[in-house]
């Protein structure tokens, strides 16, 4: 089978490119994909992040385990699209380049036959440039019923002096 699927900058303009990939593929060659397909060069850490439908993060799927002691880390090259990508959960985050952020909301838009004599990846239908650099990212975290300015009122009875090491 094949997956027809959006890729959108995040950002406030549309930018966004449609392609089309074989659903037994690696997010390693999903990922390869999307670089080629907005230009970049392909050579920085990325991520994919599984979610709700309403674009809430979980869990990641990364192109290379950087923890020190080998952690249970998903990584690309192991993990199949349509293992993570499906019409149940139709919807990924893409993080490209950590020091910049980049980052992209995909979509499954549609399963096909495969075609004979047509190459995947393929793709399908871009919009819009690619800005210099990436869009601001705010980082704001949801309203809570916490309020951690009211938290220490007196900051005297916390005995920093007793337990500083």
Not at 11 to 37: S, V
Not at 63 to 83: A, I, K, P, Q
Request: aromatic share 16%; glycine share 4%.
């Amino acid at each position: 089978m094949v997956y027809k699927i959006r890729i959108i900058l995040d950002a406030e303009e549309d930018i966004f490119r449609d392609l089309e990939i074989e659903a037994h593929d690696t997010l390693e060659e999903f990922h390869n994909a999307i670089t080629q397909a907005f230009g970049f060069l392909g050579n920085e850490m990325a991520s994919f992040y599984t979610c709700d439908e309403n674009w809430k993060q979980d869990e990641e799927i990364a192109l290379f385990d950087m923890s020190e002691t080998g952690s249970d880390v998903r990584l690309m090259n192991e993990t199949f699209l349509e293992d993570v990508l499906t019409e149940d959960s139709p919807k990924m985050i893409y993080v490209y380049d950590f020091l910049n952020m980049w980052t992209f909301f995909v979509e499954l838009a549609d399963i096909v036959e495969k075609e004979d004599g047509r190459p995947y990846p393929n793709i399908l239908f871009g919009f819009g440039e690619l800005p210099e650099s990436p869009p601001e990212r705010k980082f704001e975290s949801e309203n809570s019923a916490f309020d951690f300015d009211d938290t220490f009122e007196n900051y005297d009875d916390l005995d920093f002096d007793e337990n500083w090491n």
